[in-house]
Structure formats: C-alpha cells, structure tokens
C-alpha cells in the first residue's frame, strides 16, 4: 500500500526525508516587521532572526488552512497521515481535522488520519519518521495508528532557550508561574506534558549550566534508549547542538542520532541559540 505523510512547517523534514517523495510540508505563516513570511524552502533563517532581532513587535503564526489539508490529502496514496503541533499550542491540528472533513465531503471517505504530536519541531520529525516504518514494515492502517499514537504518548520533549519571550507573549506558557530571572541570567529546563503543554522542568544560572541540567533529566527519564533516535533541533547554533548530543551520548547508546537546524517556525519560538532535544 502506498503512503503519504503531511507534516507541518514546525517539524523539520531532513533531507532523506525530502528526497523520499513520502513526505510533504503544509507551510504555516510568520508575520514580523510588517512581513508575511511562508515557512517553506524559501525561508531564510538568518534574514529572520535579523529582522526579529530589529522589531520591536513580537512575532506571531498562523497556521495552515483547512483547503490546504484538503489539497494535501487529495493524493493517489492509499493511506494518508498529517503529523501536526500539538493542539495546546496551535490551531493546525483542528485545521487539519476540518480539512480531512471537506475532503470527505468532496470526493468520499478515505484514509486519512491526523496524528496531534503533543510535540513540536522535531518530535514532529520523529513521529513522521515512525509512521514511515511502520508503513514500510506493512502494517495495516490501524495497526500503524495505533504503534504510532503509543509512540506519541511515550515521546520526551526538552529546550533549553536563551529567551522565553516569543513563548510568553504568544500566551504559549500560560499557567506556568513566573519564570523569567533575566538580571541573573537565570535559563529554565522546559518540557512537555503529555497533554502536549508547556512546563519547567528545572533551570539553571547561564546556558551552559541549564544544558547539562537538561541532559541530566534526559538521562534520569530516559527508558530503553537502544530501541530510539536521538533527535535534536538547533536555531543558528550548531556547535552547541553537537556538544548537547556528545554530553548525552555519554550516558545512553541510541539506535539513530539525527541533529537538524530549525525551520521558520520552530526558529521563530525557540529564538537564536535555542537547543530543542526529542527522544
């Protein structure tokens, strides 16, 4: 059976994922500075984080339309999978649901299903990657929902960001106590729920001690690493990114690493320097 597998722009697509034909993006939007920017190929992150760095306005998304759903799902693919932000954090998992509705509506049922990472950026990345497998191994459709909703449910998400802001002004911390220590200089270890919301697993004073504190609670959670990939995220700071895997490499053997540069999205919350872990 053929397979099709939408994933929206906050989950970063590495380049064997793009070169499979099995993956497709559906782009959210950022304004900033007066400027609609598309979160497709055309994005260019340094330009971005220039013009961020220049407003004085906070960025804000929009995410994709339902007719863009729609549109995506109108494939010659058998089965058909969206891998979406979590729904605490953005409307493209509802928009998604409404656009496997219309496309129901238009053309007949289908098999469409739409997966809520509960995540973001690359545990999107992960998720999209199990589908695959599970596809590849011939699994029926149900069979591959059900491994992947219980590899959701099993799914880690850590960060560590230089700032907190873009998050908080987009109301994306909401009931989370304050946490922001800027004149002691003061870096929260956040998470995710398994509701798929936003919470502080610790912090740290400077970046470095709140990287080793992030990896510290990777490890104290971390169950059978053998079996999983190891995925991080970076905005504009590859080197941190490898020293991240190295210090975590050290205290668990993983079956895959993958590391990859944030796209507009998942650059537009995590801010430069921003260092997103997923296992």
């Known amino acids: ?92 998992y509802n928009s998604a649901l409404l656009g496997k509705n219309l496309y129901c509506e238009e053309y007949g049922e289908k098999d469409i299903y739409v997966f809520n990472s509960r995540s973001a950026s690359v545990g999107e990345t992960l998720i999209a990657l199990k589908i695959a497998e599970c596809e590849e191994k011939g699994m029926s459709f149900q069979d591959v929902i059900d491994t992947v909703e219980e590899y959701i449910a099993e799914q880690d998400t850590y960060f560590v960001l230089e700032t907190l802001e873009t998050l908080r002004k987009n109301g994306r911390l909401t009931g989370l106590k304050a946490i922001v220590a800027t004149a002691l200089n003061i870096k929260p270890v956040m998470g995710a729920t398994a509701e798929g919301t936003i919470c502080q697993l610790g912090q740290a004073r400077g970046i470095k001690k709140a990287l080793v504190k992030m990896v510290d609670e990777i490890a104290r959670r971390l169950k059978e690493p053998g079996r999983k990939i190891l995925a991080i995220s970076h905005c504009n700071c590859p080197e941190r990114a490898r020293q991240v895997k190295e210090m975590i490499l050290e205290k668990a053997d993983f079956r895959d690493v993958i590391i990859v540069d944030t796209a507009g999205i998942s650059s537009m919350y995590a801010s430069d320097g921003g260092v997103i872990v997923v296992v």
């Not at 380049?15 to 559906?26: D, I, V």
């Open 1 to 92: 059976m053929s397979y099709k597998v939408i994933v929206d722009s906050c989950g970063e697509l590495t380049e064997e994922m793009k070169k499979s034909g099995c993956f497709e993006t559906a782009s959210l939007k950022i304004e900033v500075a007066g400027q609609q920017i598309v979160d497709d190929e055309t994005f260019d992150q340094g330009e971005f984080l220039k013009l961020v760095a220049a407003s004085p306005e906070c960025p804000k998304s929009s995410c994709p339309s339902p007719e863009r759903y729609m549109e995506g799902f109108h494939c010659d693919a058998d089965h058909v999978y969206a891998v979406t932000l979590s729904s605490e954090l953005s409307g493209s």
